[in-house]
């Protein structure tokens, strides 16, 4: 196969010497995930007349929902001081599960200026089967799996050989550029009609968080559960029916939701008394299901949620009293005590229910 020249997104641009990224080209290689051996990420670099393709061809491989990532720049270009770029941290945002063919119709249109411009990252992800294809700002794919045999099929069904030395965009000094920076003549040819204001990234990027009802999310710890280990996680719980009301439920997002209750503790918890006991509850389910499955993923388990549940710990004062009088062991120590910033609603219902009399 002849040795081309790959054509990178418009707004990556090498400092000094464009000679300097001719040495770049396609290709992919994956590793093991550090924290799970079973899973897998694909790091692929594909020329940008591409990109589209391999995009639309990945969301065919995914089950009738998906969910949408949209990662950009808040911040006006022209205030953005590159000399603290370290500093500006993009917005990340996601948006609720949606029919794939539903969800791919309305990208495509703007699927050419997510590609191209450099203060823009997006993708496609449907947690619950461990899938999710992620092109960052710095225009490099990454794949993550369960299945190395169908990502590694279908990169090379896509013409990206495997290539486990291959050079990517981050292993040289470059610069990122949005569509207006650039001048029209560098733009591609399907971009050069568009106004000023169709190609300014904080516009088109609102746009698409209004039409997806995309919602920012934080960056909260990084962990992947692959499709056999949230199949393991499923039929526990619902083997268990005191736990029916969390069988519908993503056990990712129940992870999460632990974790931004903690978060949201550590200022003062805004909720009441019921909404208080119901996190408390969540925390019994996860180490049910910790203890319910396999070792080595109930290991995982407990290691991402161990900062939140320390740092959950240092909260709690009274850890003589107990909330609640359910016999639950002594291990459980998020029935021990209250936190020491309970809202005002909050304490009100502990108030009623006696908790501050001695």
Same mark, same amino acid.
């Given at each position: 196969?002849?040795?081309?020249?790959?054509?990178?997104?418009?707004?990556? %641009?090498?400092?000094?010497?464009?000679?300097?990224?001719?040495?770049?080209?396609?290709?992919?290689?994956?590793?093991?995930?550090?924290?799970?051996?079973?899973?897998?990420?694909?790091?692929?670099?594909?020329?940008?007349? #591409?990109?589209?393709?391999?995009?639309?061809?990945?969301?065919?491989?995914?089950?009738?929902?998906?969910?949408?990532?949209?990662?950009?720049?808040?911040?006006?270009?022209?205030?953005?001081?590159?000399?603290?770029?370290?500093?500006?941290? +993009?917005?990340?945002?996601?948006?609720?599960?949606?029919?794939?063919?539903?969800?791919?119709?309305?990208?495509? +249109?703007? $699927?050419?200026?997510?590609?191209?411009?450099?203060?823009?990252?997006?993708?496609?992800?449907?947690?619950?089967? @461990?899938?999710?294809?992620?092109?960052?700002?710095?225009?490099?794919?990454?794949?993550?799996?369960?299945?190395? $045999?169908?990502?590694?099929?279908? /990169?090379?069904?896509?013409? $990206?050989?495997?290539?486990?030395?291959?050079?990517?965009?981050?292993?040289?000094?470059?610069?990122?550029?949005?569509?207006?920076?650039?001048?029209?003549?560098? $733009?591609?040819?399907?971009?050069? %009609?568009?106004?000023?204001?169709?190609?300014?990234?904080?516009?088109?990027?609102?746009?698409?968080?209004?039409?997806?009802?995309?919602?920012?999310?934080?960056? @909260?710890?990084?962990?992947?559960?692959? %499709?056999?280990?949230?199949?393991?996680?499923?039929?526990?719980?619902?083997?268990?029916?005191?736990?029916?009301?969390?069988?519908?439920?993503?056990? !990712?997002?129940?992870? /999460?939701?632990?974790?931004?209750?903690?978060?949201?503790?550590?200022?003062?918890?805004?909720?009441?008394?019921?909404?208080?006991?119901?996190?408390?509850?969540?925390?019994?389910?996860?180490?049910?299901?910790?203890?319910?499955?396999?070792?080595?993923?109930?290991?995982?388990?407990?290691?991402?949620?161990?900062?939140?549940?320390?740092?959950?710990?240092?909260?709690?004062?009274?850890?003589? %009293?107990?909330?609640?009088?359910?016999?639950?062991?002594?291990?459980?120590?998020?029935?021990?005590?209250?936190?020491?910033?309970?809202?005002?609603?909050?304490?009100?219902?502990?108030? #009623?229910? !006696?908790?501050?009399?001695?």
């Amino acid at each position: 196969m002849e040795d081309q020249h790959l054509t990178l997104p418009a707004g990556l %641009k090498p400092f000094g010497y464009p000679a300097l990224f001719d040495q770049l080209r396609e290709g992919f290689f994956y590793t093991p995930l550090e924290e799970n051996k079973d899973a897998f990420r694909f790091t692929a670099l594909a020329d940008a007349n #591409r990109v589209g393709q391999i995009f639309q061809a990945y969301s065919r491989l995914l089950p009738e929902e998906a969910f949408f990532i949209l990662e950009y720049y808040t911040l006006d270009v022209a205030s953005i001081d590159w000399s603290r770029q370290e500093t500006s941290t +993009p917005c990340i945002t996601y948006s609720p599960y949606l029919p794939t063919p539903v969800l791919m119709e309305t990208l495509l +249109p703007v $699927l050419p200026r997510l590609i191209h411009d450099g203060f823009v990252g997006f993708g496609i992800a449907n947690s619950r089967e @461990g899938m999710e294809l992620f092109y960052s700002e710095e225009k490099v794919l990454t794949f993550f799996s369960g299945n190395h $045999l169908q990502i590694s099929n279908f /990169l090379q069904q896509q013409g $990206l050989p495997y290539s486990p030395e291959l050079n990517l965009p981050t292993d040289y000094e470059h610069e990122h550029l949005s569509l207006l920076n650039l001048n029209r003549r560098h $733009l591609p040819e399907e971009l050069t %009609k568009l106004s000023p204001r169709d190609l300014d990234y904080r516009h088109y990027c609102n746009e698409l968080v209004e039409q997806l009802d995309m919602y920012q999310v934080n960056e @909260g710890p990084s962990f992947f559960l692959t %499709k056999k280990e949230q199949d393991q996680i499923e039929n526990y719980i619902r083997s268990q029916s005191h736990f029916s009301e969390f069988w519908e439920e993503e056990f !990712g997002n129940l992870l /999460l939701d632990w974790i931004d209750f903690v978060e949201e503790c550590h200022s003062s918890f805004d909720g009441d008394l019921w909404e208080y006991r119901q996190a408390l509850r969540l925390r019994d389910l996860i180490q049910a299901v910790a203890a319910g499955v396999p070792n080595n993923l109930s290991d995982k388990l407990l290691e991402i949620v161990r900062e939140a549940d320390s740092r959950f710990r240092s909260l709690l004062i009274d850890s003589h %009293k107990r909330l609640d009088s359910s016999g639950e062991g002594p291990d459980r120590f998020w029935h021990q005590g209250m936190i020491r910033n309970p809202g005002s609603v909050l304490r009100r219902d502990l108030i #009623r229910q !006696g908790w501050y009399k001695h």
